[in-house]
């Protein structure tokens, strides 16, 4: 099973921008999937919500990095892991990403458009 996983807390962005990505998936994604978000707030659209800690001394949009402990969100042996930020934009099929196949212990992501020391896009990973 594919898991997607985003993170929402409130400031910079509104509930609505996982709504948006929630359902550009479902309109651009045929790979079944599960859209799990760990939020400050029950007020979005996800298969799952996973409430962010009331205090904690980890930054929120750190949290993220729990997405990939294999006791997080009921995940089982083989589900494919997607980290994405809630300001993607999917206006298209999606599903050669989506399905893409990573080997254990690889991260992908996509290109980036911006200059980076790391060469990496934050916003998408597998």
């Keep these: 099973m594919i898991k997607i996983f985003t993170v929402y807390f409130e400031g ?32 979005i659209e996800a298969d799952k919500i996973i409430m962010l800690p009331k205090w904690s001394d980890i930054k929120i949009h750190w949290h993220k990095l729990k997405f990939f ?9 083989g589900d494919d892991i997607i980290v994405m930020d809630i300001d993607q934009v999917i206006t298209s ?7 893409h196949p990573v080997q254990e212990k690889e991260l992908i992501t996509y290109g980036i458009w911006w200059k980076s ?3 990496t896009n934050g916003g998408f990973y597998k």
């Design 117 to 119: 020391v790391l060469k």
């Design 69 to 77: 402990s294999p006791q997080f969100a009921y995940q089982k042996p």
């Design 12 to 43: 910079k962005y509104r509930p609505d921008y996982v709504t948006k990505l929630y359902h550009s998936l479902k309109r651009n994604c045929k790979v079944p999937f599960e859209f799990i978000c760990l939020s400050d707030t029950k007020e």
């Design 93 to 99: 099929n999606v599903d050669d990403l989506m399905g």
